[in-house]
């Protein structure tokens, strides 16, 4: 995992869709983040454990051997991504601690800066085709070390989604409404094309659904 040091940031952005707006300053306390989505070899773990249930089964999800056990478990809903991290003694990021991850506090666009060249993700009209080993774009690491925020697959959050939540949104340690309808997904996929991959972009998707282009990652509180 790596380190997210306590602090200010600016969450959401005003070039983006109405409900990453308006842009506000959000202050997070020190937390952990996984460095790397989780992968088919450790969800495999947790099955095994009996601690997650089989993902869905369809054609492109790579717990069905689809890809190899570097690459980014896919075809998971809100609950298995739950599962998961609870087995693994964490839980999902909150969006805002998934935004500051991606973004750090400099305001820029992407996880790497504030230019898109190409090689710093795996997107569609890019280079996706299908999803890559974990990793694989060493260009695209985020300020903090974080791998693949922008781009292989979308990454479930802990929130509910609503749009007019950042009108609303505490200014200190957010963690979103306390009921909706919807869950929030986080960073591009392989199957999105570049507009999709700015740190401060976010979808509403039914927590029960997912896709081949959706994972997760990790995160948790720093112990005293």
Not at 21 to 45: G, K, M, N, W
Not at 89 to 99: F, Q, S, V
Not at 121 to 143: D, K, M, Q, W, Y
Request: glycine share 10%; aromatic share 12%.
């Amino acid at each position: 995992m790596v380190l997210i040091a306590a602090g200010t940031f600016i969450m959401g952005w005003d070039a983006g869709e109405g409900d990453e707006q308006p842009p506000h300053a959000v202050f997070l306390d020190t937390f952990y983040i996984d460095q790397f989505e989780a992968t088919v070899e450790q969800y495999r773990s947790c099955v095994e454990a009996g601690g997650c249930e089989d993902p869905i089964h369809a054609p492109a999800c790579n717990w069905d051997g689809f890809a190899d056990d570097t690459h980014p478990i896919n075809c998971m809903n809100r609950q298995n991504a739950r599962d998961y991290c609870a087995w693994a003694g964490l839980r999902l990021p909150t969006e805002a601690e998934w935004e500051k991850a991606a973004r750090g506090e400099d305001r820029r666009i992407y996880p790497w800066g504030n230019e898109l060249v190409g090689d710093e993700a795996n997107f569609r009209i890019g280079l996706g085709t299908a999803t890559e080993p974990v990793g694989n774009h060493l260009n695209g690491v985020s300020a903090y070390g974080a791998h693949d925020m922008a781009g292989n697959v979308w990454e479930w959050v802990e929130d509910w989604y609503a749009q007019d939540y950042y009108t609303r949104s505490p200014r200190e340690r957010p963690r979103g409404p306390e009921f909706g309808e919807f869950g929030v997904l986080r960073g591009g996929s392989w199957w999105f094309e570049a507009g999709a991959l700015p740190a401060a972009h976010r979808v509403a998707y039914h927590p029960a659904l997912t896709d081949i282009d959706i994972g997760f990652r990790c995160a948790r509180d720093v112990v005293e």
